[in-house]
């Protein structure tokens, strides 16, 4: 009779692959800054147009923007929260608003 040993056969190992980790991207907010020349209509529009909220969504949005300075308009990944700041932020600019579209980690 042999002593054996359960590591010196290579067959009799059980090996588990090690899954790998994943972790959600991080999420960004996406806002728009309030400031003293842009109408508030075209805030709504813009709301509405590229964030796709209703009407009265909008309007609640456009007037915490106005009250307090700042309002989220979604939270997006950082792929698409970049690439609507610089859609909006480009669009203020065509239609000569200052609007400021930014973008932050949640």
Same mark, same amino acid.
């Given at each position: 009779?042999?002593?054996? /040993?359960?590591?010196? /056969?290579? /067959?009799? @190992? #059980?090996?588990? =692959?090690?899954?790998?980790?994943?972790?959600?991207?991080?999420?960004?907010? +996406?806002? @728009?800054?309030?400031?003293?020349?842009?109408?508030?209509?075209? &805030? &709504?529009?813009? @709301?509405?147009?590229?964030?796709?909220?209703? !009407? =009265? *969504? #909008?309007?609640?949005?456009? *007037?915490? %923007?106005?009250?307090?300075? +700042?309002? &989220? $308009?979604?939270?997006?990944?950082?792929?698409? #929260? !970049?690439?609507?700041?610089? %859609?909006?932020? =480009?669009?203020?600019?065509?239609?000569?608003?200052?609007? @400021? $579209?930014?973008? !932050? +980690?949640?």
């Amino acid at each position: 009779m042999s002593d054996s /040993n359960p590591f010196d /056969n290579d /067959n009799d @190992l #059980a090996v588990q =692959e090690a899954k790998p980790k994943l972790q959600k991207p991080p999420l960004y907010k +996406v806002i @728009l800054l309030n400031d003293d020349f842009t109408p508030m209509d075209f &805030v &709504v529009e813009v @709301l509405m147009d590229f964030f796709g909220m209703s !009407e =009265e *969504l #909008a309007t609640q949005v456009m *007037l915490q %923007i106005h009250t307090q300075g +700042v309002g &989220v $308009c979604g939270t997006y990944t950082k792929d698409v #929260a !970049e690439t609507k700041v610089t %859609i909006v932020n =480009e669009y203020s600019r065509e239609h000569q608003h200052p609007l @400021l $579209c930014s973008m !932050e +980690v949640v």
